[in-house]
């Protein structure tokens, strides 16, 4: 998983890393984490949500 690619899709849509927690339903501390490759063990369900809230699928993170 490439936390980076988080970020770079998150940017290219103008979204704050608190725009996309709210719209994904998930901590912006996960989005943070995510991001800075401090979070190594996400779950499935919380990469699908934020994969949903950027209109992308999982594997464009990877």
Not at 52 to 62: G, M, R, S, T
């Given at each position: 998983?490439?936390?980076?690619?988080?970020?770079?899709i998150?940017?290219?849509q103008r979204l704050s890393q608190e725009e996309l927690a709210e719209k994904a339903q998930v901590s912006r501390s996960i989005?943070?984490?995510l991001e800075t490759g401090k979070e190594k063990d996400v779950k499935l369900f919380t990469l699908t949500r934020i994969a949903?809230?950027?209109?992308?699928?999982?594997?464009?993170?990877?």
């Open positions: 998983m490439n936390g980076k690619k988080i970020a770079e998150r940017k290219i989005i943070s984490f949903k809230a950027l209109n992308c699928k999982v594997e464009d993170f990877l």
